[in-house]
């Protein structure tokens, strides 16, 4: 799920067409029991919304950085 840099590794992330985070800019992508959906409200740098189970677990930047759990 991380990288070496602590990032989450969005192209790991896959929509029902096969589409990524890092080739399309909003949706929802899967990945098993975790998603990653767009954060429309975009506070603070916030791009992407990370979730477990549907259970938001953490805010992303466009890159994957962790910004806030």
Known sequence: ???SNGKVKLGSFKDKHG?????????TFK??????EKDTAGR????WKLKKDEKR??????NGKVLSK
């Open 44 to 47: 603070g740098g916030r791009v």
């Open 57 to 62: 677990i953490a805010s992303l930047d466009k």
């Open 19 to 27: 589409n990524t985070p890092l080739t399309k800019n909003s949706g």
């Open 1 to 3: 799920m991380l990288d």
């Open 31 to 36: 990945n098993g029991k975790w998603s990653v």
